[in-house]
């Protein structure tokens, strides 16, 4: 999301048309820990490795001035945290291993290899599991590392190439040493201001 000179309200405007996109995101990659419990057989999009990042994603949209998100999708945030902090330790490892290579670049730090986040995914876990790793097919795995020496750029918590400037990134708030039950909690202490804001008060949902 290329920043510019918005103005607070294009911001405001841009967040909102994100976010549904968003959560369609973060609910596909916690469809196989519905409830905390890992199931391998889930049909999802997303791989659940990525959720921790993707709850990161979310922290610029939550008890904000002026409303992004509907109580409903609140209270799937809400719901997605409780079942990641619920789910398989291994799970929650695997998923702190990726959101740890998207802090600790923003931090200037090193990104792991994807061979070895794949190698690191998929160790001890049984080979029906292993097809949530992170990083997916030899051929991507090739295709990424020989843009390795590409520029990167600053980013939302993606990495990608090129002169990008976002307008928002949720890892400047966090330090590089940041682990999964600090976004979880950050997340969840937000949310739960934001609703409760919206009972005190009231508000109409988008």
């Keep these: 999301m290329q920043s510019g000179q918005d103005t607070p309200s294009a911001t405001l405007n841009r967040k909102r048309t994100a976010s549904p996109a968003l959560i369609t995101t973060i609910t596909s990659a916690a469809e196989s820990i519905r409830g905390g419990l890992f199931d391998p057989s889930a049909d999802s999009v997303m791989q659940v490795d990525g959720l921790l990042v993707l709850l990161g994603e979310a922290l610029p949209f939550v008890n904000q001035q002026q409303r992004v998100l509907s109580t409903d999708r609140l209270v799937t945030l809400l719901r997605v945290a409780e079942d990641l902090e619920t789910v398989n330790p291994k799970i929650f490892a695997r998923c702190e291993d990726v959101l740890c290579a998207a802090v600790?670049?923003?931090?200037?730090?090193?990104?792991?290899?994807?061979?070895?986040l794949l190698r690191k995914s998929t160790s001890g876990l049984t080979t029906a599991s292993s097809q949530f790793s992170f990083v997916g097919s030899s051929a991507m795995l090739g295709s990424h590392e020989s843009k390795e020496s590409a520029k990167t750029s600053e980013g939302s918590g993606v990495l990608v190439n090129g002169d990008v400037k976002r307008g928002w990134d949720w890892r400047?708030?966090?330090?590089?040493?940041?682990?999964?039950?600090?976004?979880?909690?950050?997340?969840?202490?937000?949310?739960?201001?934001?609703?409760?804001?919206?009972?005190?008060?009231?508000?109409?949902?988008?």
């Design 172 to 206: 400047k708030g966090l330090n590089q040493s940041a682990k999964g039950e600090d976004v979880v909690k950050i997340l969840r202490f937000a949310v739960v201001q934001e609703i409760g804001r919206v009972w005190a008060v009231g508000g109409e949902d988008d």
């Design 104 to 116: 600790g670049n923003e931090h200037g730090g090193e990104t792991p290899s994807p061979r070895a």
